[in-house]
């Protein structure tokens, strides 16, 4: 999927684009903020109840209660479809709350797995993993809770991360589904007024203030049958058929977006704008900022960097695409490499020089390709003359190549 889709799957800002939603937003912000601070002063008094209040079907139903007065009403469709003997239920991740809406309805424990730990985890209703050996001691732990008697479900999320819940989910990761054989899938769509319902690199604690500041949160959780591993079925063929099941559920895309994929989209929006530094020429800066402020996405980057790939096929794609996000210029990223060809070169194989891989391609009746220069110009002339020498040595190289994959004479590349 191209990163418009990754776009489209998190919500990068809170506030609303359309005009008429921004304008209303306006209007409610000063009832909102008096909501939001009424409701921590309930939040406490919530807290306060569910910690004192045994686990029973009363005690959820007064806690649901008074989560409606804060704002998150939770609905749930076929419930009669839940499996009372089924020991993990597995659900799409859209808010920091998703675990304790499941909670409302069944009981169920969420492990903890990465954040915050001790009073701060049990707060926030997670089940804090003690196992510290790695991934496998902790698997090794969810599979023991899960074949003990007497204990309460556990709900996890495999996508790892929250999505926006409108376009797509996360890739599922496959370690969940060893832990039984039989699982309980649990469809999660969520609707909120006026503002987004998260956003990357937010903490729960802001997202909770921003819940608490919104008209309202709807949660709806479908209960869907339970499902089996089949014999000779991997781990991962029984992740992808439980997430296509909750995509069709869902009426979104699943995909093969992960969540490191979205940590990475992230931190490229994060250095999208281009910052002056050696090499890079006062001009292609301001077009950088410029291009990305009109909304360049990576397909225009790929095809950039293709171009660039044409000219100099053996830069590797991710040292041309990460030069380009500062350039957005297919001249300026050839002569960055080219002024950096030494680097560029020890990144793509740790040993070779850029001249001797270019070398390396010519043909036995092809001339040479001309490498860098044996010392640095001692005048800006000097160095600007043997840059274009070692372009024009490129363009011919590249020129050639085209001419004899094309089967071409050379005046018809002319």
């Known amino acids: 999927m191209e990163t418009r889709g990754i776009e489209d799957m998190f919500d990068f800002r809170r506030l609303p684009k359309d005009a008429i939603v921004l304008l209303l937003l306006l209007i409610y912000f000063p009832v909102g903020i008096c909501l939001m601070l009424i409701r921590i002063f309930i939040g406490i008094h919530v807290f306060l109840v569910s910690c004192a209040l045994p686990e029973s079907f009363v005690r959820r139903f007064i806690v649901r209660v008074m989560w409606s007065v804060l704002g998150l009403h939770v609905r749930q469709k076929n419930p009669r479809s839940r499996d009372k ?52 001691a902790i698997e090794d732990a969810l599979q023991r809770y899960c074949s003990s008697d007497g204990t309460s479900p556990l709900l996890v999320f495999p996508e790892e991360d929250t999505t926006n819940g409108r376009a797509g989910l996360l890739k599922f990761n496959s ?55 089949q014999d000779g079925e991997s781990t991962q063929e029984f992740a992808d058929k439980v997430q296509e099941l909750l995509a069709g559920e869902l009426s979104l895309v699943s995909t093969k977006i992960t969540k490191a994929d979205k940590a990475e989209h992230i931190k490229r929006k994060r250095h999208a704008i281009p910052q002056t530094s050696a090499g890079v020429r ?70 070779s020089t850029f001249g001797s891989k270019l070398s390396s391609y010519s043909s036995g009746s092809a001339p ?14 000097d160095r600007h003359l043997s840059l274009q020498e070692r372009k024009e040595a490129l363009y011919n190289f590249a020129r050639r190549r085209y001419i004899e994959k094309h089967g071409l004479d050379q005046g018809e590349s002319h």
């Open 368 to 381: 040479t390709i001309k490498p860098a220069a044996k010392c640095f110009g001692k005048s800006p002339v």
């Open 85 to 136: 003997n089924t020991k993990l239920y597995i659900c799409n991740h859209v808010t920091e709350f998703d675990h304790n809406i499941i909670n409302l309805l069944t009981p169920c424990n969420t492990p903890q797995l990465e954040g915050s730990k001790g009073f701060v985890c049990w707060a926030r209703g997670f089940m804090e993993i003690h196992a510290t050996s790695g991934q496998r």
């Open 175 to 229: 370690w969940p589904f060893s832990l039984t054989d039989s699982i309980q899938p649990v469809a999660l769509r969520v609707n909120r007024p006026l503002v987004a319902l998260s956003t990357p690199e937010c903490s729960w604690l802001m997202e909770l203030l921003w819940t608490f500041f919104a008209p309202c949160t709807v949660y709806h959780v479908s209960w869907l049958p339970p499902v089996s591993r």
């Open 282 to 351: 006062p001009g292609s800066i301001g077009l950088g900022f410029m291009v990305h402020n009109l909304g360049t996405d990576d397909h225009t980057i790929a095809k950039m960097a293709q171009q660039v790939k044409d000219v100099l096929p053996h830069i590797p794609l991710n040292v041309i695409t990460k030069d380009l996000a500062k350039t957005n210029c297919v001249d300026t990223t050839i002569t960055n490499l080219l002024e950096n060809k030494e680097e560029s070169s020890m990144e793509a194989t740790g040993t």
